[in-house]
């Protein structure tokens, strides 16, 4: 079973910055693609950004310009540079990751990031 712990959330202003950081660790197979959702309160969980193991990134609308998602695959780690945060930046955010043949989902436990106005 993959174990993805996630570091690097919190309170920040309006503007700020935030890097949150995701580990995975346990994974008898390679790991394919990782990334980033977020979930709003009373929101559906949505997509914020992936990338492949070969570096091909890609972000939602409402981040681009403004979050930049990046891997170490030596340390099977994927890290999420949040910069000019906005208040509907607010919610849980959750990193995944798609390993083996068959690209089996985990899921981190998710880790609260809260901008204020």
């Known amino acids: 079973q993959v174990q993805l712990v996630e570091s690097g959330g919190g309170l920040v202003q309006a503007g700020g910055s935030l890097r949150l950081s995701c580990a995975a660790s346990r994974s008898i197979f390679v790991i394919n693609d990782m990334g980033w959702y977020r979930q709003a309160p009373g929101k559906q969980r949505e997509l914020v950004a992936t990338?492949?193991?070969?570096?091909?990134?890609n972000a939602a609308d409402s981040v681009k310009g403004r979050f930049t998602i990046s891997r170490d695959n030596a340390k099977n780690t994927v890290y999420l540079q949040m910069n000019s945060l906005k208040p509907e930046d607010t919610a849980v955010y959750y990193c995944?990751?798609?390993?083996?043949?068959?690209?089996?989902?985990?899921w981190g436990q998710g880790t609260q990031v809260t901008v204020s106005s």
């Open positions: 995944y990751l798609t390993s083996g043949p068959s690209r089996a989902a985990s």
């Open positions: 990338i492949t193991r070969g570096g091909i990134t």
